[in-house]
């Protein structure tokens, strides 16, 4: 089969469904009620302030419950619920406005909460806190305290879920009311549960110190009663390379390099060296570079040649006018017959070496 062609491909691609991501950040019929009821709510607050700036003359205090449930204010409440774009807040507003005036105007009373009204009860698009699904049953652990408080009910205050828990760090179980490894049970009774961290010594503990481990973390071994850690780096093998030291941490190790002018190495940088590398030598304990032109036996051994010293080495080489023989730098002489310009002394630059 012959593949097909960019044209048809790019047809393909734009007659598929989108890919599910953007499916799953449509909000859910639950949530834009939310939105709209804490929407609602802020602009209760905002009315409440706006309109009485704290005066409380008689006259006030009279137009003040007259303004509080009346159908202006619902109206300066109600057209600051959506945004001006946001076409989905707009057409639910209109699908239930008469919903929302009905409460505003009669039963706000006796049903405060504007939330458990409207989406719950109403709407049915939402269930209570700590209950879940179509028929808004009870998570897991009890509505009061889903998952004992220490983790997620699937589906808590939706029309979705499973009222399963989705446990926080440290705690599991249906109702998350055990603790994992690494943790301990620190209170607990009929509604509460509390794990904490054992001590970072500990895989297991029933407490908090290094004395309380059941099993020792791993790096950590008993001794005494308590998990200390065990300095790796002194086992009879050592554990890192011939070019490295090693550093004994909490729990572990590392090894590092070591610095460049070593020989082995018990630790960081030059002062630390077991040996120098070559063109190097310990100079009050660390290792230096030796400058071999100052030696009193030449290192530059040919006629006019000129040393120069480099980390860990030096070169020879003839001063500029003067030209390399097998054993020694010799005068050049310039095409018009003169002895060249160029003077032996004269440093090279860098290039030159
Ligand atoms: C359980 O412990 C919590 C937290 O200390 C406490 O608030 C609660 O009253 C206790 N409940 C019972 C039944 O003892
Ligand atoms: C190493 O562990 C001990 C005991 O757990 C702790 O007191 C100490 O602070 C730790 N040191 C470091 C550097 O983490």
């Not at 997620?152 to 998350?176: E, F, P, V």
């Not at 020989?263 to 040996?275: L, M, R």
């Not at 100052?294 to 040919?302: F, L």
Request: aromatic share 6%.
């Amino acid at each position: 089969m012959r593949s097909p062609a960019p044209a048809a491909l790019g047809l393909l691609l734009l007659l598929l469904p989108p890919p599910p991501a953007e499916a799953a950040k449509k909000a859910t019929p639950c949530k834009r009620c939310r939105e709209l009821v804490d929407k609602f709510n802020q602009g209760m607050v905002d009315t409440a302030k706006k309109n009485f700036g704290g005066g409380n003359t008689a006259w006030e205090e009279k137009s003040l419950s007259k303004y509080e449930s009346s159908e202006v204010r619902l109206l300066e409440i109600t057209e600051g619920l959506c945004g001006s774009s946001d076409f989905e807040c707009h057409s639910l507003l209109e699908e239930h406005e008469g919903h929302l005036e009905a409460w505003w105007l009669r039963l706000k009373k006796d049903f405060p909460d504007l939330f458990e009204w409207f989406c719950v009860k109403t709407l049915k698009v939402c269930c209570s806190p700590g209950t879940y699904g179509p028929d808004c049953l009870a998570c897991q652990g009890g509505s009061q305290r889903p998952c004992s408080g220490n983790g997620h009910c699937s589906g808590d205050g939706s029309r979705q879920g499973d009222g399963s828990c989705q446990c926080h760090l440290g705690y599991q179980g249906a109702t998350c009311s055990d603790c994992t490894d690494g943790y301990f049970s620190s209170l607990r009774n009929e509604t509460h549960s509390v794990c904490t961290a054992c001590d970072g010594s500990c895989k297991t503990c029933t407490g908090p110190s290094n004395k309380d481990c059941g099993q020792c973390a791993e790096g950590w071994a008993q001794e005494d009663g308590a998990c200390v850690d065990v300095d790796e780096c002194a086992a009879e093998t050592p554990p890192c390379g011939d070019q490295q030291y090693c550093e004994n941490v909490n729990g572990s190790f590392a090894c590092e390099e070591c610095d460049s002018t070593c020989v082995g190495c018990t630790g960081k940088g030059p002062g630390h060296c077991k040996e120098c590398v070559p063109g190097y030598t310990k100079e009050s304990g660390q290792c230096a570079d030796i400058d071999e032109c100052a030696r009193p036996e030449k290192a530059c051994t040919r006629q006019n040649e000129n040393c120069y010293n480099t980390p860990g080495s030096f070169v020879c080489v003839c001063p500029e006018g003067f030209e390399d023989t097998e054993d020694a730098c010799v005068q050049t002489q310039a095409p018009g017959g003169e002895v060249a310009e160029g003077d032996p002394t004269r440093q090279p630059s860098r290039e030159d070496l």
